[in-house]
């Protein structure tokens, strides 16, 4: 019986995760460790059977544990942490650009020492593989035509305390890989939209603010380029590439689907059926970044993996799931 363990399951993509996981391996035994910050809600994961497990949920005689804990915590995470571990899945992060132009701190400690910590206790416990979760905002931002994308061979360039985090996440991962063996793997994605994510990001944002004829706020002159990815699709080339990639290995992770903001916010209005005098422009976010484009072609070629969920049935997917 496989044995994992998943930092930030009661976050948007993490919640997702854990679903994806227990479809693809009812059997296992599952610790979800998160620290329930602001983003962070016992909701997201109600219904799939948790049962809350102090800090030693592999000694309970149940499968899925959940553990309120913070990955700064070395003693809470080796306490945790299963003897017998076949995969850490690290999610849990400080995710909100904004958030991190206001205040690095806590994404600094987080998504760095946080890292760290994960890293030095898979190591202790010989975590059999550790699977990191990052992001394409590493890599910065790109010009505006249509003509370049992001690779996984792309330099680093990140442009907000959050993407530099990240970005500081990814080189301890691959230090922790190259200096003492610890087997890896590395996906970054680009933006994910569907249901549970926190209602601070663009997608549940402006679908919370048509629903309720508020003014919909849009950065500068919303002709930022985002690469969307349905939740679901990500968390399973997640497990795709845990299951297949070799060690060490880095997957970008993208559904070939570039949108302008304007276009997003107009097509929620659209099928809402609210009038687009709604958007409201606003001061654009400080170092705001052009345009992100990833592709996936090694995913697609080495892994086998592609998206299943098209950008028309998700986006209404999501509408459906905020309106109820
Ligand atoms: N949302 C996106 O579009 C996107 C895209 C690419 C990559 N990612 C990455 O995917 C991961 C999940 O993102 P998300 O959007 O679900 O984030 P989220 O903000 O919705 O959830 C983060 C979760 O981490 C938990 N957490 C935060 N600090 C913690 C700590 N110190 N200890 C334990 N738990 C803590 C929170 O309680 C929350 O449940 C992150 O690593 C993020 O960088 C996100």
């Not at 933006?191 to 601070?200: A, I, K, L, S, T």
Request: hydrophobic residues 35%; charged residues 25%; proline residues 5%.
């Amino acid at each position: 019986m496989s044995n994992y363990f998943i930092t930030g399951g009661a976050g948007f993509i993490g919640s997702e995760f854990l679903r994806v996981v227990l479809r693809n391996d009812p059997d296992c035994v599952i610790t979800n460790f998160d620290a329930l910050t602001y983003a962070g809600r016992r909701e997201n994961f109600e219904g799939l059977g948790f049962e809350d497990a102090g800090t030693r949920g592999h000694g309970n005689t149940g499968t899925r544990f959940f553990v309120k804990g913070d990955i700064r915590d070395s003693e809470a995470v080796m306490a945790t942490l299963p003897d017998e571990c076949d995969a850490i899945f690290h999610l849990a992060a400080e995710s909100h650009v904004d958030r991190s132009i206001e205040s690095a701190h806590d994404f600094v400690t987080t998504n760095v020492l946080g890292t760290q910590v994960l890293l030095d206790c898979a190591r202790e416990k010989r975590v059999k593989r550790f699977v990191h979760i990052s992001t394409d905002e590493v890599m910065g931002s790109l010009p505006e035509d249509d003509s370049t994308f992001f690779t996984e061979d792309s330099p680093f360039e990140p442009n907000s305390p959050y993407a530099a985090s990240k970005a500081a996440a990814e080189h301890l991962v691959r230090a922790a890989s190259e200096t003492f063996g610890l087997d890896t793997v590395i996906t970054r994605c680009g933006n994910n939209y569907g249901p549970r994510q926190f209602p601070e990001k663009l997608i549940p944002l402006m679908i919370s603010n048509a629903l309720a004829d508020k003014p919909l706020p849009l950065y500068g002159d919303g002709l930022n380029v985002r690469d969307w990815i349905y939740v679901t699709d990500h968390c399973e080339a997640i497990w795709e590439v845990y299951k297949m990639a070799e060690p060490g290995s880095v997957y970008n992770i993208g559904a070939r689907n570039t949108i302008r903001n304007i276009d997003v916010v107009t097509t929620i209005l659209d099928i809402l059926d609210k009038p687009h005098s709604l958007i409201e422009p606003v001061e654009d976010r400080l170092g705001h970044d052009r345009r992100y484009a990833i592709d996936p072609a090694r995913i697609e070629n080495e892994i086998g993996w592609s998206p299943k969920v098209s950008w028309e049935e998700g986006i209404r997917r999501t509408i459906d799931w905020y309106r109820q």
